[in-house]
C-alpha cells in the first residue's frame, strides 16, 4: 500500500526544536517533496521542498534559517530540522511528494499527501 507517514510532533517550548520525518513506504522516486502545514482557520502554506535527484531546496521566507529539509533517498525517507520554534509555527505538518516537479511550495502541484503530524510551540 502506498503512503506516506509523518512522525516527530510534538509540543515544545518556544526556542526548541523538533524533527519531522517522513517515510514514503511503497512509492518509487519523486520528482519533488515538500512540507506543509496548516493553522486552524488558515490556508495550508508550503514551508519547505526538496528536488531529491538535484539536491535543491526551497523554503518560506516564514522559517527560512531555521528549519532545514533533507532527504535521504536510500531509505526513502523525507526529514525537516525545525530549530528555534516559534509560537507561530504551531500547525499540522504534513509531507507532500510530486511527480511533476513545478512549483515546489505550492499545495496544488502535489499529488501525495500524508496524514499530518502535530506540532504545538508554546511561549
Known amino acids: 500500500q502506498e503512503q506516506l507517514v509523518e512522525s516527530g510532533g510534538g509540543s515544545v517550548q518556544a526556542g526548541g526544536s523538533l524533527r519531522l520525518s517522513c517515510a514514503a513506504v511503497g512509492y518509487n522516486s519523486f520528482t519533488s517533496m515538500g512540507w506543509f502545514r496548516q493553522a486552524p482557520g488558515k490556508e495550508r502554506e508550503g514551508v519547505a521542498a526538496?528536488?531529491?535527484?538535484?539536491?535543491?531546496?526551497y523554503y518560506s521566507d516564514s522559517v527560512k534559517g531555521r528549519f532545514t529539509i533533507s532527504r535521504d533517498n536510500a531509505k526513502n525517507a523525507l526529514y525537516l530540522q525545525m530549530n528555534s520554534l516559534k509560537p507561530e509555527d504551531t500547525a499540522i505538518y504534513y509531507c507532500a511528494a510530486s511527480r511533476w516537479g513545478k512549483y515546489p511550495l505550492r499545495s496544488d502541484a502535489y499529488t501525495y499527501w500524508g496524514q499530518g503530524t502535530q506540532v504545538t510551540v508554546s511561549s
Open positions: 526538496i528536488y531529491p535527484n538535484l539536491g535543491s531546496t
